[in-house]
């Protein structure tokens, strides 16, 4: 029989379907990656290629060489402007519609074509997340900006429209519902509990220990209990940071030894897997509130969101998150 | 300069991306569909292989020839299974969980294997549409089930397992929250205005008239304001059903002339894309309240969700409603 869950930072609902459970190995990628180059002549992101995208906005360069290692420029095709605040809605009698204002930007992580954040270094890693902190904090400073959303697509099933490998920064005017409804359950949790609902799940993620990934104290990786989609994996911070702009940069080295780390089990355990990254961050001026928690999601893009999902919101998750962090933490990376 | 919408149901935002505009025609599924057997003898849903699925729970039969025309089974691999109640949970403390109680039934809408919906007669999509609600009005009698959702996968990007037309229906002994938060806006709404959210939007629709599809006065099928992705389109009855248990079999007819057009319009005109379809229902119980409308949704899988969908909950869609919902009504299907 199977079992719903429910998720403790949303109130959402997932069924874990044991009926129609796939084995770890079952989840790999069928699909045999084609041999990628190191420099493509027609890829934008690549080193030469620069006047194919718009001037970098953030830009690290090797001391030595000179060229460059992170690059960040704004996005050619934005899904958000510039232009002002969210106050400027337009109010049609009964629709309510606004200019889509903000900022959008692309990481190029790395010159290499074809290496993914699971192949750098850690220092290559940590040099990405310093990126992604430094263009966060800049959004957090323009007055409009409300919410940023920091994310990656890994693969054409996760959506990404172009292989060398970046990431992506969203600076919204508005706060999506999506982090209201997760705030209201953190409040909820907060106002009863006295204590936040992220640090109450890490120490319930790890006095159960089935779940976990990895512990190094300063970061814990599990496997959500109500996990809604097979692999779904949560990099948690064990400070108090409601914001990823409070995140410390001290930490960035360490944190990008993780996140290589578990990129690197999800890279050869499940062959390459498409995948997503996000990092959840409180709204920016919630920085330093005890309510929320950021932290990385990363979500293996290996089943399809089908009608179901559609129609009633409830993920159905074939595996058991606790047979996957199993699978996870007991995996050995080939070096 | 993109837009952001608000989808009055829900409340949730939607970036309508005209940097991102494809033009309708872009759209076109390119992957030529490899031709299929009217009969396929591994496929479990074809007539002669009935011992390859559960008992028929429902089936319609030609009164001269015997054969069926529909058949319902319950779901070899159900997401939910029979047993109670959902006052079964268990607390670890701190999750909640419960047995995933409730009924999963594949509705088997032809015995042709390669006869979609769009390409069926008026009167076969009315005999699946009979046998929808026949299935409903049987779950809604059941003592805990709690909410039934109908829906439709065609296509593999579609989340489709199995190529034979067939639709599935889960009764869940559980509202999901997706529902809880749909009330919630249409109970505001209809205390602030004394009228029916869903009316409202109709009515506007029609006044509006740039993303109306269709209107026969009994059904008005439209592209709504904030649609989530391309070609997202709704089928709302105008009168006042809260349920699709309390639809009227009279309209049937008239409703499976109204489906099985748009669907060919979307069969020919993006030749054959993926799609999810899906009934929204006010929950068992509520059948004949004035703050709920029971429509159909398809959704045509045409564009990915990606890492900003995930982080934000905002959709952003790359098509204008209004663009999609005129290539929709000027296209002329062919006979």
Chains 1, 2 share one sequence.
Not at 42 to 48: A, H, I, L, Q
Not at 109 to 132: F, S
Request: net charge negative; with cysteine.
């Amino acid at each position: 029989m199977s079992e719903i869950r429910q998720d403790v930072t949303t109130k959402e609902w997932v069924i874990i379907s044991t009926e129609r459970l796939k084995r770890p190995s079952d989840f790999t990628n069928p699909m045999a990656k084609a041999e990628r180059p190191v420099y493509s002549p027609t890829c934008p992101f690549c080193p030469g290629n620069e006047s194919m995208t718009k001037p970098a906005v953030l830009s690290y360069s090797d001391p030595k060489t000179g060229s460059w290692l992170v690059r960040v420029v704004d996005n050619l095709y934005p899904a958000v402007t510039p232009g002002g605040g969210a106050s400027r809605k337009v109010d049609h009698g009964f629709f309510l519609s606004a200019s889509a204002t903000g900022n959008h930007e692309v990481i190029i992580e790395n010159p290499a074509h074809n290496k993914p954040l699971a192949l750098m270094t850690d220092d290559e890693v940590a040099t990405v997340l310093r990126a992604y902190w430094e263009r966060y904090d800049a959004m957090a400073d323009k007055p409009d900006i409300k919410s940023i959303i920091i994310f990656k697509n890994h693969g054409l099933a996760a959506g990404t429209s172009l292989e060398h490998p970046h990431s992506q920064l969203v600076a919204t005017t508005i706060v999506p519902r999506h982090m209201r409804i997760q705030y209201e359950v953190a409040i909820s949790y907060y106002d009863d509990n006295g204590r936040s609902l992220y640090a109450a799940l890490t120490n319930r993620e790890l006095n159960s220990g089935s779940r976990i990934v990895l512990d190094t104290k300063r970061f814990v990786v599990f496997h959500p209990f109500a996990s809604h989609r097979p692999f779904e994996t949560w990099i948690m911070p064990t400070d108090c940071q409601a914001s990823f702009g409070a995140a410390s940069k001290e930490d960035f080295p360490h944190l990008a030894h993780v996140l290589r780390l578990i990129l690197l089990k999800l890279y050869q355990g499940l062959d390459n897997p498409d995948f997503n990254l996000v990092i959840d961050s409180a709204p920016v001026g919630e920085e330093h509130t005890e309510i929320y928690q950021w932290h990385i999601r990363i979500i293996p893009r290996i089943t399809q969101q089908a009608g179901f999902e559609i129609g009633s919101g409830i993920y159905i998750n074939t595996a058991l998150p606790e047979e996957t962090a199993k699978f996870m933490r007991d995996f050995k990376v080939k070096t």
